[in-house]
């Protein structure tokens, strides 16, 4: 597919931003998230216990070419594994970077691309748990409820290294709290009570993953 659905947006952006200074990340949404997918390659995902997981992501700095490619191949690895977000480090890329293709709760479909990001800390007046379950590619066939707020702020760099904001609400805010998370070292799981998270793992080795994933020795 021609790349004119990735033009540059007046002000510099990939993407425009409205009157707040948000990434306007609703619109066209399927012909851009079918125009990284389409130009990439998918790969395997990688699980639990590897260790690119389980550490701080290095920042992106470099924003050329070989990130565009990374980031078109994990739109493809996304799509594959029929997620709604993804890390970079969960195709096995130490490099801070997660995108993402996911409905709010109101049905919205949110895509884009963010890196570095930082979650923001909310004022006590907004913050407002909500209690739903969660799953992670990285966690193949296990959930488990998890209270994250159900607004969340991210601040960080689109793909040409622009300087962006996102937020979200309901499911889409549990996405960017979720994938900002894996950059930093963070799985779900290790959000939970200990007699939760070893029913996660349960399920996990119970269960047979959808998708291709990475074998830990």
Do not use: W
Request: hydrophobic share 35%; glycine share 8%.
């Amino acid at each position: 597919m021609a790349q004119d659905t990735e033009q540059q947006q007046p002000g510099g952006g990939v993407l425009p931003v409205d009157d707040e200074g948000f990434v306007v990340d609703t619109e066209d949404a399927e012909e851009r998230e079918t125009a990284f997918r389409e130009r990439g390659t998918s790969r395997p995902i990688t699980v639990v216990g590897n260790p690119v997981l389980h550490k701080e992501c290095k920042d992106v700095t470099a924003f050329d070419d070989e990130l565009a490619r990374l980031v078109d191949d994990m739109f493809a690895s996304q799509r594959t594994a029929q997620g709604v977000g993804l890390a970079a480090n969960q195709i096995g890329v130490d490099l801070k970077v997660f995108v993402y293709d996911c409905m709010d709760d109101e049905g919205v479909r949110h895509v884009g691309v963010v890196c570095n990001p930082v979650l923001q800390e909310l004022p006590a007046d907004q913050r407002h748990l909500d209690e739903s379950g969660e799953g992670c590619l990285s966690v193949p066939t296990a959930y488990a409820d998890l209270a994250r707020p159900d607004y969340a702020v991210v601040t960080g760099q689109d793909e040409k290294g622009n300087a962006i904001k996102v937020r979200g609400t309901g499911y889409f805010a549990r996405c960017l709290q979720h994938e900002t998370d894996h950059l930093y070292g963070y799985l779900y799981i290790d959000r939970l009570s200990k007699r939760d998270r070893k029913d996660a793992l349960r399920q996990m080795e119970e269960g047979t993953p959808r998708y291709p994933v990475v074998p830990n020795d």
